[in-house]
């Protein structure tokens, strides 16, 4: 199995990433990638940009390099009802979310009822693509419950490959969550979480992994363009 798309990317504008816009991308179209998503951080993040960075996204060419670029955002999952860290009017304006908990905007103690509250309210939000990097251990959730209803809702569930070596205890919890996806039917994408360019489209250990619980590749939204093109249509947004 291999990625055609890397949908969980950083630029400089999140200001503990390391490259533009256009190294990103170019990064991408040397890799031979399909698609790339920018999705800096939504401003519960220190250093995060403002709403008029993302508002301003269109500004970038729909392709560029060769590439689909997808304008989007890493919101921030701010408390355990399900909470965004940017407005309803800012979400629907972009093309790809990712909706992630992180310890530094998060502030109550999580328990696992908790973060199967926020993920459950994650899958009824219509403007959510990506559960992201939801195999962190201090955040875990019922995964049996909340990876039933990614699949009822069509709900990506991120395997991210950064966290096999950031997060400890990830790589066992992502284990778990694939499998569980595999038994339900609940559609993944394989990303790479890059910071710097050279980590576009960079994703081994995540696919060791899959291949190790032969995960179907027809349940990798970003294992080929057909799969990718085909969410892109169920979710209206432009090929």
Known sequence: MKIIADLHTHTIASTHAYSTVHEMVKAASDKGL?????????KAMPGAPGPYYFESLPI???????????????ANIINYDGALDCSEKLL??????????HTISLFEKPTVEKCTNAYLAM???????????????????DY?????RCAQTSTLVEINN???GFRKGSEECCKQIALLCKKHGARIV????????TKVGDVPNALKMLSEIDFPSELV????VDNLKEYFKEKNIDI
């Open 34 to 42: 399909y698609a790339i998503a920018i999705t800096d951080h939504g």
């Open 60 to 74: 970038i060419p729909k392709d560029y390099l060769g590439v689909r670029v997808l304008k989007g955002m890493e």
């Open 92 to 101: 629907n304006s972009l093309e790809w979310i990712v909706a992630s908990m």
């Open 123 to 141: 899958c009824e939000n219509p403007n959510v693509n990506v559960l992201g990097h939801s195999g962190s251990e201090y955040f875990r959730y």
């Open 144 to 148: 049996e419950t909340v990876i039933k």
């Open 162 to 164: 950064a966290s096999f």
């Open 190 to 197: 394989v990303d790479s979480d890059a910071h710097f360019l």
């Open 221 to 224: 939204v970003n294992s080929s």
